[in-house]
C-alpha cells in the first residue's frame, strides 16, 4: 500500500505570496494532521482534521488554514509568505480509532523556500 | 500540557557500541510517548511508541525504550550501533488518543566506522 503522499516535493515563493500544500493520507485513514519543521529543530503542530472537520490547532496565525476534502485529503494555505515560513512541511495521517495500535504515519514532506 | 526535553543535541558512537539517547518528560496527564527517527530527505518513521502497557517497549531495528515515570524519562537505547542508525532522533508525547504530538529539539547521531 501506498503511504503518505504529499505535493509539491519542492517549492520556492517570494515574500508576501500565497502557497498550497497539497497531502493524501494512507488509504482508510481519516484522520490527517500538518507540522512545520524549521532546520534545526522538531516538528511543530499546525493543524489536525478528522471527518472534513478541524480537530485541533497549534500556536500559528490566521495567515495558516487548511481543509480537509471528502477523499480525507488534505490542503494547507499559507497567504502573505513571510521569510520565517521556510521549513519541511509534513503531513501525517491516522485511522483514529483511539485504539492503542493507531499511529501518525508521516510523509516525506514539501520544502518550501521563501526569498 | 506536555513537552519533552532531549538531553543531548548530539550523539558520536562507533559501530557495534551500545547507543543511549536520553528523553525526558512532561505531562499533566497520562501521557503516550514515541520515539520517532528521520533519515535525511526522508520522512519521520517510528521507531516505537509507549501507551500505559509495558514499562519496556521494544521497536524496530533492535531499538527499545523503558518508560520510568518516577524519573520522567522515556530513554531509547540499542546494544549496538550500525552505520545505518545515523540519523536525527526525536522523542515525542501526546496526551493518549489526543494525536497531537509535542516533538523535542532532536538528537543527531554520527556513526565512527
Known amino acids: 500500500d501506498a503511504g503518505v503522499t504529499q505535493s509539491p516535493t519542492h517549492l520556492i515563493k517570494t515574500r508576501g505570496q500565497h502557497v498550497t500544500l497539497r497531502c493524501s493520507p494512507i488509504s482508510g485513514h481519516k484522520s490527517v494532521s500538518w507540522y512545520q519543521q524549521v532546520l534545526g529543530q522538531g516538528p511543530q503542530f499546525i493543524f489536525q482534521y478528522y471527518e472534513k472537520e478541524e480537530r485541533g490547532r497549534g500556536n500559528f496565525p490566521d495567515r495558516f488554514s487548511a481543509r480537509q476534502f471528502p477523499n480525507y485529503s488534505s490542503e494547507l494555505n499559507v497567504n502573505a509568505l513571510l521569510l520565517g515560513d521556510s521549513a519541511l512541511y509534513l503531513c501525517?495521517?491516522?485511522?483514529?480509532?483511539?485504539?492503542?495500535?493507531?499511529?501518525?504515519?508521516f510523509g516525506p514532506g514539501t520544502r518550501l523556500t521563501v526569498l | 500540557a506536555q513537552s519533552v526535553t532531549q538531553l543531548d543535541s548530539h550523539v558520536s558512537v562507533s559501530e557495534g557500541t551500545p547507543v543511549l539517547l536520553r528523553c525526558n518528560y512532561s505531562?499533566?496527564?497520562?501521557?503516550?510517548l514515541f520515539w520517532y527517527v528521520q533519515h535525511p530527505n526522508k520522512g519521520l518513521q517510528l521507531l516505537l511508541k509507549y501507551t500505559s502497557a509495558a514499562t519496556l517497549v521494544k521497536g524496530i531495528n533492535g531499538f527499545e525504550a523503558e518508560f520510568k515515570k518516577s524519573e520522567t524519562s522515556f530513554h531509547l537505547t540499542k546494544p549496538s550501533a550500525h552505520m545505518s542508525d545515523a540519523a536525527e532522533y526525536f522523542c515525542?508525547?501526546?496526551?493518549?488518543?489526543?494525536?497531537?504530538?509535542?516533538f523535542g529539539a532532536g538528537t543527531t547521531v554520527t556513526v565512527r566506522a
Open positions: 501525517a495521517s491516522n485511522l483514529r480509532t483511539g485504539g492503542l495500535t493507531d499511529t501518525q504515519y
Open positions: 515525542v508525547v501526546s496526551r493518549t488518543n489526543d494525536y497531537k504530538l509535542s
Open positions: 505531562s499533566s496527564y497520562s501521557p503516550s
